[in-house]
């Protein structure tokens, strides 16, 4: 049983209007952080953490950062 505080992918993707394609890129390539993967290719995030990290990459991204840039200053 998934926790109150817990999103899945698809979920994250509901409440912040990313795809989920985008939200898997951004978990694998280290910005959008991430729990623990569950069955399959479902990963666990924590919602606190992840809706701010999305709002922190978004506008980011609106100042025209490449995805290089916005790692950099998440990191």
Do not use: C, H, W
Not at 16 to 36: D, N, R, V, W
Not at 50 to 57: D, F, G, L, P, S
Not at 70 to 75: A, D, G, R, S, T
Request: zero cysteines; hydrophobic letters at 35%; a positive charge.
């Amino acid at each position: 049983m998934k926790e109150k505080n817990k999103l899945f992918k698809s979920e994250l993707s509901k409440i912040t209007g990313l795809k989920a394609s985008t939200i898997k890129y951004y978990a694998e390539i280290g910005i959008l952080p991430f729990e623990q993967e569950s069955t399959g290719d479902n990963r666990v995030f924590d919602r606190t953490i992840a809706v701010k990290r999305i709002k922190e990459i978004v506008k980011l991204k609106e100042k025209r950062f490449t995805i290089d840039e916005i790692k950099e200053k998440l990191q």
